[in-house]
């Protein structure tokens, strides 16, 4: 069976609107252009020894930690061609996001940080 122009079209189409369904997470967020959703981490799940057996004190707990799990991704900024750049980071890496450069979100119980991938420092491995 011969595919029609508009068969083509609306088959790209869908391709389209499934290509970014990859990227949304569970609670149905997709960060535009080149942000990136983050679940903050416990001040539990963050270590209280270094590697080095110091002693990191309660003081340091109290505030919120600036390290969370990527729970969704956008797909990425553009240059000044229009060409995209693909992110660096992707769902489920543990990243480390400056202290004061993020916008806090909140779904349903949750809490989430949205964050430019500018404002990521680090991925931890």
Known sequence: MKK?????????KAELKAEPM???????ILPLGDRVLIKRSDASELETTSKFGIIIPDTINKEKPEQGKVVAVGDGRRDKTGAL???SVKIGDTV????YA???IKSGSE???????????AIVK
């Open 111 to 121: 809490e989430y940080v949205m964050v430019k991938e500018e404002n990521i420092l």
């Open 96 to 99: 480390i996001f400056s202290k």
């Open 85 to 87: 750049i693909p992110m």
């Open 102 to 104: 993020f916008d806090e």
């Open 4 to 12: 029609t122009k508009k068969t083509e079209t609306s088959d790209k």
């Open 22 to 28: 990859k990227k949304i997470s569970s609670i149905g």
